[in-house]
């Protein structure tokens, strides 16, 4: 492919060709010797336009194939990933203290999360190499949307969750007709027995900081917010991290959009973690490796003690200029309610934490009111009910009886005013 | 506005200016007096065209503005409700014995049923007319995306679901800021309720057969899949159903582009209901008038024992030289699993109530292997997690162990052949 030049390592630099099998640099092991994917910045320049994508009238992830390391006329998963929609929210803005915020919800994949991005991509080249069988562990999201994208080409998958994955993912790779282990341990434990799997059975490896393609598929949500917003730039973008590969891929949207031209400036990139998992914002503020951390979060999905992308998500962080924060599982389930109430949109614990973040963010002054923001939510609180129903409580129950339901109404404060 | 004529009884063909506050036909009362909109084909053949379609980037339902009953310069809820991806799915074809299947997957809407179609021109019609506050009865779908498209706006809303409304759907209404009143009963006791509460305190009323507006909305599900499939009209639809509304809506979406000129032929319509609650499908077959049913099946959303707009769905169906068919909870479950295995597709029970039935159409021969069918995945599966799992089981679990991996996936057929 013309318009990818190599595979780079980000730690030492060296390059490899995109070659099937290739996953991580071989001088600095699979752990830091993670790879990135490197285009042909001046080929893309030349050959797409602004132009090209008005023009262009598929709305996927595939639309921005020129930035993409898939082979054009190569099989593709089914399922309409991405495109997804980018709300002005000026009721939620205001209530927050800006002017302009944008939210980006990503809960609207076909398998309701932004990992539909990266998993497309991962399904395309897998289907390319004619792998019969991929695999990968994930805290849920991953998982699921891996499930998704090969059942559509009919790809076998054999999948690891922790043990405490929320039912609405596990019920979403059974019905997807995955191979699914369940690991009863943490999400590290079901990292390592994946990659023991992967290298005994030689499996496709989906796993997502391993993999140096799945980043790729990630970025386009930063593209197509771009496009979006008519190729203005905003002053922040803000993304909930866990493992880390969402804010890489992030910034690595803006910056391959900057290096073939379409943008003339990069925005600030804020990472928002739990408080009760935050080994990367405590290594960007102390300035020290990242050291594991517990996992004690209802956010699952960004409950990952040992990042597999850590450096990437610290590395983007710190060229963008911004900054990391951690919010509370109370702060959470406040923004999974204030985002519900005020937009209408519905977003898993791990998909609001980006927004709970924000709202700290502007109430300290890191982001000044006057700043653009666009901020992820990055998967559909359908995915955990449970978690939903605590931020927001239950519904009040009233016999068949109209009585009884006058009683009801009357005394709701504000309804009947 | 110019291309809505008045609103006209079905059944005495009594006329009435489309006006706020009307509901249903005076003369014959509010059960069976239902009101249909109609419109003025020859000012929409005269000012839109395909072209007109063509050249327009508004990928929503708001697209169809020329066939809806709002005002193009008035309030619309924020959510992208529409252009859903309709999916050409060949291994599932195969399977169930036709050439050329699509799959309509509604449950990709922003409250991840068809339902926002219909709520959210009920909302832009309350917003048009000020109203504070809208109210409806639903078993979960039409009640959450009610929810979700008023929050957009900030209308308030009070909501009537039946005890037995599924978790996904009862979070999605808290999360949104929703008034929710469970009722202890049926379907028809919360549908009760809510015609007396809005009686009494003035309510803009969301009651999908009562308000003329909501078939309007589901209609442009129709729409979208002719202009979808290029303006071809495929030989049958299909579509699940409880209170008739849907299917009374698909049927129309393709009555007003054949009178606006945009097809030139009419498909049949297949209605499918569950065996424990099929009054629509006896009142069809039986040519008796509709008679009250239990409410006996798992597919929450088409439990209607009593359907308000039992008289539409019939009429859709016979005008189309249709069928009505019942699929067991069984069928229904195997549907779950066929979709989501072939096709990457994660429907609710009722939402794959339509498959079920189209199988069992194309089995007795009812549609032909040759004819070109669309059926519609009506709502996600992430809203039913608790079927899902009964559909499709629960995952293997595995000590943090690769000697207990190993002989785990050993063991599963297939896995490593």
Redesign the interface.
């Known amino acids: 492919m013309k318009k990818v030049k190599h595979l780079q390592c980000i730690r030492c630099g060296k390059t490899y060709p995109a070659d099937p099998g290739t996953y991580t640099c071989t001088e600095c092991g699979a752990k830091a010797g993670i790879l990135d994917v490197v285009y042909d910045y001046d080929y893309i320049a030349k050959n797409y336009s602004k132009e090209y994508f008005a023009n262009n009238k598929e709305?996927s992830i595939w639309r921005y194939e020129p930035f993409l390391p898939t082979d054009p006329a190569g099989p593709k998963?089914?399922?309409?990933v991405g495109w997804s929609?980018l709300?002005?929210?000026d009721?939620l803005a205001e209530i927050i203290g800006l002017e302009t915020l944008y939210m980006k919800?990503d809960g609207?994949n076909?398998?309701?999360s932004l990992k539909d991005r990266a998993s497309a991509v991962a399904v395309a080249k897998a289907a390319e190499e004619k792998a019969p069988?991929i695999a990968c562990s994930s805290t849920g999201n991953a998982a699921s949307s891996l499930?998704?994208?090969?059942?559509?080409l009919?790809i076998?998958t054999?999948i690891f969750?922790p043990?405490r994955a929320p039912?609405?993912k596990?019920?979403?790779?059974?019905?997807?007709?995955a191979?699914?282990?369940?690991?009863?341990?943490s999400y590290s434990?079901?990292f390592?027995?994946s990659a023991?799997?992967i290298e005994?059975?030689g499996w496709y490896n989906r796993n997502a900081a391993i993999n140096p393609y799945l980043v790729e598929g990630k970025k386009t949500v930063t593209i197509e917010v771009c496009e979006q917003l008519n190729w203005e730039v905003p002053d922040w973008v803000v993304f909930s991290v866990g493992d880390g590969c969402t804010i890489a891929g992030a910034w690595k949207g803006f910056v391959d959009l900057y290096k073939a031209g379409f943008i003339n400036k990069l925005p600030k990139v804020a990472g928002v973690q739990a408080e009760g998992c935050a080994p990367i914002t405590k290594a960007f503020h102390s300035n020290q490796p990242l050291e594991p951390a517990e996992e004690n979060t209802l956010a699952d999905s960004i409950a990952v003690g040992v990042p597999r992308n850590g450096e990437k998500a610290l590395r983007a962080v710190r060229q963008s200029g911004g900054t990391y924060i951690n919010v509370s599982d109370e702060e959470i389930l406040a923004a999974?309610?204030l985002l519900?109430?005020?937009?209408?949109?519905?977003g898993e614990p791990a998909g609001v934490a980006g927004l709970a973040g924000l709202k700290k963010l502007v109430a300290e002054g890191i982001i000044d009111k006057k700043e653009t923001v666009v901020c992820a939510v990055t998967g559909?609180?359908?995915?955990d009910?449970?978690n939903?129903?605590k931020?927001?409580?239950?519904?009040?129950?009233?016999?068949?009886d109209?009585n009884e339901?006058?009683d009801?109404?009357e005394n709701?404060p504000?309804?009947?005013s």
Chains 1, 2 share one sequence.
Do not use: H
Request: charged share 15%.
């Open positions: 709305y998963p089914k399922l309409r929609p709300y002005k929210t009721r919800d609207q076909p398998t309701a069988l499930a998704g994208n090969a059942a559509s009919g076998k054999c969750v043990g039912a609405g596990v019920a979403q790779l059974r019905i997807f007709g191979n699914v282990i369940s690991v009863q341990g434990d079901a390592k027995l023991a799997a005994k059975y999974m309610r519900g109430n005020t937009s209408g949109i519905f559909n609180g359908l995915k009910v449970n939903a129903i931020a927001a409580g239950e519904p009040i129950k009233v016999s068949p109209v339901l006058w009801v109404l709701i504000g309804l009947l």
